[in-house]
């Protein structure tokens, strides 16, 4: 897990055996932004809801890709995050579509060098990201 805010964590695929460790950490929910069609039928949002909801977590599914990286989609996460009764863990491939959909989602809440900054804290270097977080922050 890395983490990007003091409640907000990203990470790359989760494996169903993780489940008991999240809890223990301290996260009660977690967001899958990952696409099934990405995964094999172990790692799919199914095989891993069944074993983070066994560990007694929240768990929701909310695929992206560039297509479905919508303003919709981000204030959704941006939702699930805010009301979250704890840390949550959003993962994906490798970190970095969850990383994006949060900072798109802070983009006006946040200043931009804030928002890059948590990014890069996390390890993920979204600075090619600044002329639309700028421009989504001036609205």
């Known amino acids: 897990m890395r983490q990007i805010t003091e409640t907000y964590f990203v ?9 008991e460790e999240l809890a223990a950490s301290g996260v009660t929910r977690v967001i899958c932004n990952r696409p099934d069609a990405e995964v094999p039928p172990g ?3 199914a095989a891993i809801g069944d074993a983070v909801r066994a ?3 929240e768990f929701i599914e909310l695929p992206l890709t560039h297509q479905t990286m ?5 204030a959704k996460q941006a939702q699930l995050i805010e009301e979250a009764d704890g840390a949550v ?4 491939a490798s970190g970095t ?14 200043s931009t060098d ?7 804290a996390g390890g993920y270097d979204l600075e090619g990201m600044r ?4 421009a989504i922050g001036g609205r």
């Open 43 to 45: 790692l799919q949002a």
């Open 97 to 110: 579509r969850s990383t994006v959909v949060w900072a798109l989602g802070q983009a006006g809440k946040m």
């Open 89 to 92: 863990l959003a993962y994906c």
């Open 70 to 74: 919508t303003p919709d989609n981000v």
């Open 131 to 134: 002329g639309t977080l700028d």
């Open 11 to 19: 990470s790359p695929q989760i494996e169903p055996s993780f489940a």
């Open 114 to 120: 804030d928002i890059l900054r948590a990014a890069a």
């Open 55 to 57: 560990a007694g977590l």
